[in-house]
């Protein structure tokens, strides 16, 4: 078992190799892409990858905690402890590590022209800022469950995004429409029932007494945990809400369009 006392080490290690692992992915898939726009290929086919390892890792863990998405006493069954298995700290400094790259190559992408740029920053820090509170605090299978939620949407997001690029328009069609739901339902609808309400309407706290019978609720989730994690996630909530608008928004014109086009990408430099 490790300590989160452990973890700063962890992700000074994993930070680094994560940057060089895009660095070598996307050089090397840029060399093999034939397209119009290589970069943006080679981007899309890396993050294919990446949220593909997180969500097998994920699942991994959800089953091997017995833990679904829909229990409340699963979010908070692990509140509060002190040590963890390697795999858990390596999927949740994993992720934390995954958010904090991405962050800093956010910069230097082609996806720094898109309108949503600043939505994402404010994205990526909440997100960094979120895992590390629940590891933190001890809330494991909170983490995994909320990040689950997200990272499966992704990978048809790039799938769709890397086969369109590479001429593939109509498996490109079906899996966007794939992306539509799996963005759409975990993150509109299951994320706020299970994940967000909770905090604010006391469910959680009822959800907790029952757990840990005569154990201070501040003890288990300090005031400062709460606003960063249910303050943070209903930020990151309003986001997914104006995602979704402008997924069905790419998705209704890419029926009545016969091809689907991504509206952020509307500025000068998007190509």
Same mark, same amino acid.
């Given at each position: 078992?490790?300590?989160?006392?452990?973890?700063?080490?962890?992700?000074?290690?994993?930070?680094?190799?994560?940057?060089?692992?895009?660095?070598?992915?996307?050089?090397?898939?840029?060399?093999?892409?034939?397209?119009?726009?290589?970069?943006?290929? #080679?981007?899309?086919?890396?993050?294919?990858?990446?949220?593909?390892?997180?969500?097998?890792?994920?699942?991994?863990?959800?089953?091997?905690?017995?833990?679904?998405?829909?229990?409340?006493?699963?979010?908070?069954?692990?509140?509060?402890?002190?040590?963890?298995?390697?795999?858990?700290?390596?999927?949740?400094?994993?992720?934390?590590?995954?958010?904090?790259?991405?962050?800093?190559?956010?910069?230097?992408?082609?996806?720094?022209?898109?309108?949503?740029?600043?939505?994402?920053?404010? !994205? !990526?820090?909440?997100?960094?800022?979120?895992?590390?509170?629940?590891?933190?605090?001890?809330?494991?299978?909170?983490?995994?469950?909320?990040?689950?939620? !997200?990272?499966? #949407?992704?990978?048809?997001?790039?799938?769709?995004?890397?086969? !369109?690029?590479?001429?593939?328009?109509?498996?490109?069609?079906?899996?966007?429409?794939?992306?539509?739901?799996?963005?759409?339902?975990?993150?509109?609808?299951?994320?706020?029932?299970?994940?967000?309400?909770?905090?604010?309407?006391?469910?959680?706290?009822?959800?907790?007494?029952?757990?840990?019978?005569?154990?201070?609720?501040?003890?288990?989730?300090?005031?400062?945990?709460?606003?960063?994690?249910?303050?943070?996630?209903?930020?990151?909530?309003?986001?997914?809400?104006?995602?979704?608008?402008?997924?069905?928004?790419?998705?209704?014109?890419?029926?009545?369009?016969?091809?689907?086009?991504?509206?952020?990408?509307?500025?000068?430099?998007?190509?």
């Amino acid at each position: 078992m490790l300590q989160v006392s452990d973890s700063g080490k962890l992700v000074c290690v994993l930070v680094p190799l994560h940057i060089v692992f895009r660095l070598v992915f996307q050089t090397i898939a840029q060399k093999l892409i034939k397209g119009k726009n290589p970069k943006k290929t #080679s981007e899309s086919m890396f993050f294919c990858v990446q949220y593909c390892i997180l969500s097998v890792l994920g699942t991994k863990l959800l089953q091997q905690e017995n833990t679904w998405w829909f229990h409340y006493t699963d979010l908070y069954r692990e509140a509060n402890v002190d040590s963890f298995t390697p795999l858990h700290a390596f999927y949740m400094m994993g992720e934390l590590s995954v958010y904090i790259s991405a962050f800093i190559f956010m910069f230097f992408e082609t996806r720094k022209s898109y309108a949503d740029f600043y939505m994402n920053i404010i !994205h !990526h820090v909440i997100t960094i800022s979120i895992i590390w509170s629940t590891y933190s605090a001890g809330y494991y299978n909170y983490c995994v469950i909320v990040a689950q939620m !997200h990272d499966i #949407s992704d990978i048809f997001l790039e799938f769709s995004k890397t086969v !369109h690029a590479l001429g593939f328009a109509q498996t490109s069609k079906v899996t966007f429409a794939v992306f539509a739901v799996t963005f759409i339902v975990p993150r509109v609808f299951v994320l706020p029932t299970y994940c967000i309400i909770p905090f604010w309407n006391g469910f959680m706290n009822k959800t907790l007494t029952e757990m840990f019978p005569g154990v201070d609720l501040l003890e288990l989730f300090s005031r400062k945990d709460r606003l960063v994690i249910a303050g943070g996630l209903s930020v990151i909530y309003v986001l997914n809400c104006i995602w979704a608008v402008a997924i069905l928004k790419m998705a209704i014109g890419m029926f009545k369009k016969k091809e689907w086009i991504d509206i952020r990408e509307k500025t000068k430099n998007s190509e």
